[in-house]
């Protein structure tokens, strides 16, 4: 069971939930950018929520299937089309031998999943199948998919009929919420106030590894190098160009910036989602605040996975 690349798209990978615990080898986790939307995509066709799907960036690819099986789309609106018929996000669809996908540019955000029955097989390295592109680890043979490249897909788990999902995901992207950084006293209350009142862009230089950002100059008042140390997944960094810097998958894993905040866990996927020329601001919120989004957010999903 397999499916071919006709056209790979602009930064198209295979991903999955990520690989964890091996950051104190220089390793960061990677995985998808938008590990919500991978997951509701593989619960939509009776996948297990971690298994390995095709992730698409700004522009998506082009694929023939050459057997009949199951497919979902989930993520950021694309345009979509099997054989020319205009398809929806967060459908189970079925998909006969020797039809061809299309999915063109991004409507909305970043990335788009497509996720098919049974999961793509690639070799698991360190307990994971997710493309770390910066190492060329993992994947398929560790870089973005090329046409040509023939992808097989293994056997369905589950024998029931696909489900439907209606609780769609907040995509809206324009506002992330934050706690406090490691070295958020290192910032005095004005360039607080101008963190958290002025927008940013998203600039051009984004990317898996961090999420540059442009607008008002962000300055620590006792200094923009600290002693290195270990940099979490969201982390805010402030560079001595005072440009924030949101660390992201495949993020260093130390670094010797001070961290003004860091994204909440709950808004990671919207991280995910970010493009070139997004506006955004930050809200700061509290560790317990944060916390409760977080408890909210694997109740739908597991409530999800209950349900399959």
């Known amino acids: 069971m397999s499916i071919t690349v006709l056209k790979p798209g602009l930064q198209s990978t295979i991903q999955d939930l990520g690989r964890y615990n091996y950051s104190h080898f220089g390793i960061s986790a990677s995985g998808a950018a938008d590990p919500l939307s991978l997951q509701i995509g593989n619960m939509l066709i009776g ?8 992730e698409m960036t700004i522009i998506g690819g082009e694929f023939q299937f050459n057997v009949e099986c199951y497919i979902a789309i989930s993520g950021s609106e694309f345009d979509a089309a099997l054989d020319n018929n205009v398809i929806t996000n967060h459908k189970a669809i079925k998909v006969s031998k020797g039809q061809t996908l299309s999915v063109g540019q991004t409507k909305t955000g970043a990335r788009v ?30 870089r973005p998919i090329i046409k040509g ?8 788990e589950n024998s029931g009929i696909p489900k439907l999902i209606n609780n769609i995901l907040d995509m809206n992207t324009s506002i992330l919420r934050i706690n406090n950084g490691l070295q958020s006293n290192h910032f005095n209350n004005n360039t607080w106030n101008d963190f958290t009142s002025n927008s940013f ?28 140390e270990g940099v979490p997944l969201g982390a805010i960094q402030v560079p001595k160009s005072g440009d924030p810097i949101i660390s992201f998958v495949e993020h260093q894993t130390t670094g010797g910036y001070p961290k003004i905040a860091n994204v909440i866990m709950a808004d990671l996927y919207k991280v995910g989602q970010l493009k070139p020329g997004d506006k955004i601001k930050f809200d700061l919120v509290t560790i317990e605040e944060a916390e409760e989004l977080r408890f909210e957010q694997l109740a739908f999903i597991n409530n999800l996975e209950k349900n399959d």
């Open 47 to 54: 996948n297990k929520k971690y298994a390995s799907a095709i």
């Open 149 to 156: 490249d023939v992808l097989t897909f293994g056997k369905n």
């Open 201 to 228: 862009l998203v600039s051009n230089l984004s990317n898996r590894m961090g999420i540059r950002l442009d607008g008002n100059k962000i300055n620590s008042t006792i200094d923009n190098e600290i002693i290195t």
């Open 113 to 142: 999943y497509l996720c098919v029955q049974g999961g793509i097989n690639v070799d698991s390295y360190l307990s994971s199948k997710s493309t770390h592109i910066l190492s060329g680890i993992g994947g398929h043979f560790g």
